[in-house]
C-alpha cells in the first residue's frame, strides 16, 4: 500500500495508511496527533461509564453476559442472512474486504508485550490466522477466494476509497491497541471479545452464502470453527498475564466494550449502506 497514494481520503483512511507505512518518526507523530483527538476521547468516555470489575471470574461473566446480549442479532443481521441480494452482500463482503485482507497482521507488536505462556497462546491463534503456514487454508486466501466469486477485486488498494470510515475506525484500533496503549490489558480484552463474538456473528454471514448459493462462504465457516478454540486461548492468555503479576480486568472489559462498540457500527452502517445503493 502507497501512503501517498490517497491524499485526500477521509482522516481514518489516511491513519490506516500510516498505519502500515514504514514506522518513521514523522509516520508516528502523525499517527499520534490524530489518535490523541480519536482514540483518547472514546477510551476516556468508556473508561468514566465503566463499573470496576473485581476479578478474572467477573470479567468472564461480563462477557458472557454482553455476548448474551449480542446474540439476540439486530435487524440489519437479519436481513443479510434472509433477505439481501446477491449485490447487497457483495457490498458488505467489499465493505470488510481491508479487514479480511489484512487479517491479524496488526495483531503481532503485541507478543512480545506479554508474559512468555500468554505470548504462546496468542501465537497459537495467530497461526491458525495464517493457516498454518498452508496458503490455501489462510483466512486472507479464503477472503480472496471469496471476492473472486462475487467478481471483486483481489488487491487491497482498490478498497480503500470504498471502506467507510466505521470500518476503519475498527480496523485502526488494533493497531492502537497492540502498540501504543498504555496497558496491554486493553489488546487482551478487545481479542478475547471478538473471538468469542464471531461464531455467533459470522452465522449471519454463512446464512446468507448458503440461500444465495455461493460456494466460497468457508471465509465464514472456518471461523464458526475455530473462533471457538480461539475464544479459549484469548481466555487462557488473560489468565496467564494474571498469574506472571497481574492483570486490570476492568480493562480487560473496557478493551472487549470498545470492539464491540467500533464492529457493531461497523456492521449496522456497511449492511445499511448496501441497501441504500441496491
Request: negative net charge; aromatic residues 10%.
Amino acid at each position: 500500500m502507497n501512503v501517498t497514494a490517497h491524499p485526500t481520503g477521509s482522516p481514518h483512511q489516511r491513519l490506516f495508511l500510516l498505519n502500515r507505512a514504514r514506522p518513521t518518526a514523522a509516520v508516528v507523530a502523525q499517527i499520534e496527533e490524530f489518535e490523541a483527538r480519536w482514540i483518547e476521547p472514546l477510551m476516556a468516555r468508556l473508561t468514566e461509564t465503566t463499573e470496576p470489575v473485581g476479578s478474572r471470574t467477573e470479567w468472564v461473566a461480563r462477557l458472557e453476559e454482553l455476548l448474551a446480549q449480542e446474540r439476540a442479532g439486530s435487524p440489519a443481521g437479519s436481513y443479510l442472512a434472509e433477505k439481501a441480494t446477491r449485490e447487497e452482500f457483495a457490498r458488505v463482503v467489499r465493505e470488510f474486504a481491508l479487514d479480511g485482507l489484512t487479517e491479524a497482521q496488526n495483531f503481532f507488536p503485541a507478543v512480545p508485550r506479554l508474559p512468555l505462556r500468554a505470548q504462546m497462546a496468542v501465537m497459537r491463534v495467530l497461526i491458525d490466522e495464517f493457516g498454518c503456514g498452508n496458503q490455501r487454508q489462510a483466512h486472507s486466501q479464503l477472503y480472496l477466494n471469496l471476492l473472486a466469486e462475487l467478481g471483486l477485486p483481489q488487491d487491497p488498494d482498490s478498497f480503500l476509497d470504498t471502506t467507510g470510515d466505521e470500518t476503519f475506525q475498527f480496523l485502526n484500533v488494533f493497531y492502537w491497541l497492540t502498540q501504543r496503549a498504555d496497558d496491554i490489558a486493553y489488546f487482551l480484552g478487545a481479542l478475547a471479545y471478538l473471538e468469542a463474538s464471531i461464531p455467533d456473528a459470522f452465522t449471519v454471514q454463512a446464512r446468507a452464502c448458503e440461500r444465495l448459493g455461493i460456494a466460497n462462504g468457508h471465509y465464514y465457516t472456518e471461523h464458526l470453527h475455530i473462533d471457538t478454540f480461539h475464544m479459549q486461548e484469548m481466555q487462557l492468555a488473560i489468565k496467564e498475564c494474571e498469574t506472571a503479576g497481574g492483570i486490570d480486568p476492568t480493562k480487560v472489559w473496557i478493551g472487549a466494550r470498545l470492539l464491540s462498540e467500533l464492529i457493531g457500527a461497523a456492521f449496522e452502517t456497511a449492511v445499511a449502506r448496501a441497501r441504500e445503493a441496491a
